[in-house]
């Protein structure tokens, strides 16, 4: 299919407004599509992040507990 100038290519025959307008609405939907994908993965992340920290001073909380107990054992025995 040619085209003659610009603006015949713009106007598709007619159908120029479906064509653009649904180019429009695929690219936002992929931008969308990507935004909500990268801010996701960084949430996710983060998450991550915070669960490791929890569960390491959880696992040091019960090392110093363990380390408190067996002193005190020894002593009553």
């Not at 085209?3 to 609405?25: A, C, R």
């Not at 990507?34 to 090392?63: D, P």
Request: aromatic content about 12%; hydrophobic content about 40%.
């Amino acid at each position: 299919m040619q085209f003659d100038s610009f603006s015949t290519f713009l106007d598709m025959g007619g159908y120029g407004f479906f064509v653009w307008l649904s180019y429009g609405v695929s690219i936002t939907a992929l931008a969308l599509l990507v935004f909500s994908s990268l801010s996701s993965h960084k949430k996710i992340k983060q998450q991550i992040v915070q669960r490791q920290k929890r569960e390491t001073k959880l696992r040091q909380a019960a090392e110093q507990q363990k380390a408190q107990a067996q002193p005190s054992a020894e002593q009553s025995s």
